[in-house]
């Protein structure tokens, strides 16, 4: 993962702060501060990154969407 691609997903992970719990929170708080600093994340760091990208950046597919739409206006 370059540099780039880190400083994209802390910038992605901003708004769902509200919703992570106080060890994640604490979590990215380091990861912002690493951040700031043009620091690299170590390999833990970056899969820790990774994972919270995932749970609270989740790209969904757009069958998945249109089916969700489907549900909702069924007759």
């Not at 951040?35 to 749970?55: G, P, T």
Request: glycine letters at 0%; a positive charge.
């Amino acid at each position: 993962m370059t540099h780039v691609e880190q400083h994209k997903m802390i910038l992605a992970l901003r708004d769902s702060v509200p919703r992570m719990s106080r060890e994640e929170q604490s979590r990215f708080t380091m990861f912002e501060k690493r951040d700031r600093d043009d620091e690299e994340l170590d390999d833990l760091s970056r899969e820790r990154l990774q994972a919270m990208h995932e749970k609270y950046c989740a790209v969904k597919s757009k069958q998945a969407m249109e089916d969700k739409w489907k549900t909702l206006f069924k007759k």
